[in-house]
């Protein structure tokens, strides 16, 4: 009766699974914008519930499958059965490799017997060992590659590579260098630090923290600088960047006016000791 219920159960959910793909699987028709997110609401809602349906359709075949399983051992645990495909696939489920080793593994090993325990001297798979084998050599080419010849480049020189190369692509400035003078003073208003706030969340945040705590760049909160820690010198640092840190020119992208709120931003945060802060860098502001 048990194994009448499965099957029944399963039948169930293949039929709902054939007439459910055909009818959310299909792209939705072009409409109106007013009801294109409607349309893919109900696409990603019908896939998703011929994902359910997938899950619950092999559910009940691995739920079918261990319910038959004492019934299929002793069927193939029978001379000229257990030596075909199907018995050794069957036979892994107890613990028989010879799906992949082509052997017996029942290597009983007569001397060893401990409290009515004994021990087989059973071969590992060829599938296992290649695997091992590979990692060895796996590991050997990238100790090779980046720590011996150094052919490679690791995540750290592969960060500055590329922002080095996106900062080719930034816009031109249209005036000044990175020696020019500015006499700029910190800004106070509040509604000119907020706009700081949103364009260092919007631009500078991936490298320095949502906080400005640090990641890849370092802390802007603490009384360290690499470049100045001078209203002045950090609009500089932000306007012409660093290339040989990985600091790109944001001059041609943010205006004057923008970089002197980031600025002024940056200032303000001094520190908040946010969480996670990273490890000072540069020299003590004097």
């Known amino acids: 009766m048990r194994k009448l219920l ?22 939705p028709a072009p409409a109106e914008a007013g009801n294109a997110a409607a349309l893919s609401l109900e696409w990603v809602l019908g896939m998703a519930l011929v994902g359910l349906l997938l899950v619950l359709l092999l559910g009940g ?22 030596d075909t495909l199907m018995g050794r696939f069957i036979g892994l489920f107890n613990r028989d490799a010879r799906l992949f080793t082509g ?12 409290d009515g325990i004994q021990e087989y001297d059973n071969d590992l798979p060829p599938w296992w060992k290649y695997m091992f084998y590979a990692t060895i050599v796996f590991g050997a080419v ?20 590329e922002m080095q190369e996106a900062a080719l692509f930034m816009p031109k400035s249209t005036g000044g260098n990175a020696n020019e003078k500015t006499d700029y003073k910190p800004l106070t208003d509040a509604a000119k630090l907020e706009a700081g706030h949103a364009t260092f969340t919007q631009n500078c945040a991936a490298c320095h923290g949502q906080n400005a705590e640090g990641m890849v760049g370092p802390n802007l909160t603490d009384e360290y600088w690499l470049h100045g820690g001078d209203v002045n010198d950090i609009f500089k640092t932000i306007k012409f960047g660093v290339t040989s840190k990985g600091m ?5 992208k943010l205006t004057d006016d923008q970089i002197l709120e980031v600025s002024s931003y940056i200032l303000s945060v001094q520190g908040t000791n946010p969480a996670n802060a990273k490890a000072p860098q540069g020299e003590k502001a004097k």
């Open 6 to 27: 499965y099957f029944r159960v399963f039948g169930l959910l293949s039929c709902s699974l054939v007439l459910s793909v055909p009818a959310f699987s299909q792209t």
């Open 248 to 252: 790109v020119a944001w001059q041609g």
């Open 103 to 114: 052997k017996s593994s029942n290597f009983l090993m007569e001397d060893h017997s401990y």
């Open 61 to 82: 075949l691995l739920l079918v499958f261990v319910q038959m399983l004492p019934f299929l051992n002793s069927f193939y645990n029978q001379p000229g059965r257990s």
């Open 142 to 161: 990238y100790l090779l590659n980046f720590h011996v010849f150094k052919s490679g480049q690791l995540q750290t020189q592969e960060y500055e590579a």
